[in-house]
């Protein structure tokens, strides 16, 4: 086998393989692609914010800072802030938009 290859534990990908991902977009987490999903908002949170911890590289302090601000002040976060786990289809007559406080759970220590 040639050509360029991720590698993840014990399984190879063909790097051409992942970056089609990004041509053809789609997703198992929101509604539509370009959604907003609550759990991918707090993990990222959660991890930036760690990685500034251990690091102390300023960057990672801000890009946590701009995660926590855009999920707190979205306009679709509900007053309790526990959100739905599509947060940009909250409003959405055509789904069932469940809460997702595990979100909220994995995101909270990185406030």
Same mark, same amino acid.
């Given at each position: ?14 790097? $051409?393989?992942? !970056?089609?991902?990004?041509? /053809? =977009? ?8 370009? &959604? ?32 926590? $601000?855009?999920? !707190?002040?979205?306009?679709? /976060? =509900? ?8 947060? &940009? ?23």
């Amino acid at each position: 086998m040639s050509g360029p290859w991720l590698r993840e534990s014990s399984i190879r990908v063909p790097l $051409s393989a992942i !970056l089609s991902l990004f041509r /053809l =977009p789609h997703t198992w987490n929101a509604t539509d692609p370009t &959604d907003t999903w609550a759990r991918g908002q707090a993990w990222g949170l959660y991890a930036y914010t760690m990685v500034y911890r251990f690091t102390r590289d300023e960057k990672f302090l801000q890009q946590a800072q701009n995660i926590a $601000s855009f999920y !707190l002040n979205h306009p679709n /976060l =509900p007053e309790d802030k526990i959100p739905y786990f599509d947060i &940009d289809a909250a409003n959405d007559p055509d789904i069932e938009n469940y809460r997702d406080s595990s979100a909220e759970s994995a995101g909270s220590p990185g406030v």
